[in-house]
């Protein structure tokens, strides 16, 4: 596999990934990155049921600069540390590199989060080395909008929505107060620049944001994947959160409208062939075709039954799974909402605000866009449909 521009004695660059159940995605990550010249990836993977640590090792064994470790240990810890494992694995990462020098910067990225620049073919030393030294960098996030047919690789025409989210890329001296998860917090606030040259600045209530003033489409930028397919978008909603009885992920808030899309790069085609050509010969490499199929069907399987509890789901979370699944078309999803409606409209026939409510949320398939308008006494009566 073709490195873009790797030259020794120039910035180092370890990305820290943290994995739950996303083999299926993990070799197109590990490959795109190493691709573009990161020095090295390691994941660490938790609370994980499906085959990653199988792909990961087979990726390892003929990649040396890709590691991979467990972090359950961090659930032995209180509760509260638990629900941190992130910034628990960050702090200990960034401990172990200032300690070992062996690596200059440091990039904590998600398996759905790719590093690009427009071209596809400038290494992240090159970007790196065209910078002021000794700054973090702030990489704007352009979200996907979940259009993909499912298990799609990165397209050559990126599609999606800007961000004023996105991630940072740290050098390892600089003075750290505190990590986040977008923006770290700095000693020296002046060191945070964006792309362009710009210092960083804040939105007035989001300080992890960027400032309006300031957002734009850049060289360089985080495709965000959040979504990639209606499909996948269902089985990841199953993955639920840290510390939540609630099953499903409920710090989503649906579909993107795809007609509301503002963010478009198309790579150069010479180079996009080039790169898929590397992928393919990474596939074969890691002998990829002898887990592939068992890390789909677990994505399959999560999928199935993210379906088979929407309804039990409906009867303490309606307004909760209203927001997730906004904007879902597939009809097993449709079908399971239209059956709680009626349900309730059964149990109340003569609640007009609670039908009108209905309605409103009927309008945009399973969820609704106009949630704020629903009558607090409706509320109530969906709470009383449900008890009884």
Known sequence: MEIVNQISSRPKVKIVAIAKDEAAYIPEWIHHHLYLGFDAIEIYINRTSDNSAEVLNNISQQYKSVTWDYADWIDVCPGDARNQIQFIVYAKVLHEVRKNRDFTHLFFLDIDEFWCSKSLNLSIQDYI?????????????????????????????????????????????????????????????????????????????????????????????????????????????YRGRPGNSFKYKGNRKGLPNQNRINCTVEFPNARYIKYQASYAEFK?????????????????????????????????????????????????????????????????????????????????????????????????????????
């Open 129 to 237: 080395e065209s910078m002021p030294e000794q700054h973090a960098i702030f990489f704007e996030w352009i979200n996907d909008v979940g259009n993909l047919e499912p298990f799609s690789c990165l397209p050559a025409k990126l599609e999606g929505n800007l961000s004023p989210l996105g991630k940072t890329l740290i050098p390892v001296e600089l003075d750290i107060t505190e990590l986040r998860h977008h923006v770290p917090l700095l000693v020296d606030k002046t060191r945070h620049i964006l792309v362009d040259g710009q210092c960083f600045e804040s939105r007035p209530n989001m300080v992890q944001a960027l400032a309006g003033s300031l957002s734009g489409l850049k060289d360089c930028f985080v495709f965000h994947r959040a979504h990639r397919s209606a499909y996948e978008y269902v089985s990841l909603l």
């Open 284 to 388: 074969i490499k890691i002998g990829y075709q002898n887990t592939a199929l068992e890390s789909k069907r677990f994505v399959e399987h999560r999928y199935e039954q993210s379906i088979a509890n929407i309804t039990q789901a409906l009867l303490n979370h309606y307004d909760e799974m209203i927001k997730i699944f906004n904007g879902v078309k597939i009809e097993a999803v449709l079908a399971a909402f239209r059956a709680h409606r009626a349900f309730l409209i059964k149990k109340q026939p003569d609640n007009v605000g609670l039908i009108r409510d209905l309605a409103i949320d009927r309008t945009d398939g399973s969820g609704s866009e106009a949630s704020a308008e629903r009558s607090s006494n409706s509320k109530k009566a969906r709470a009383l449909a449900k008890q009884t």
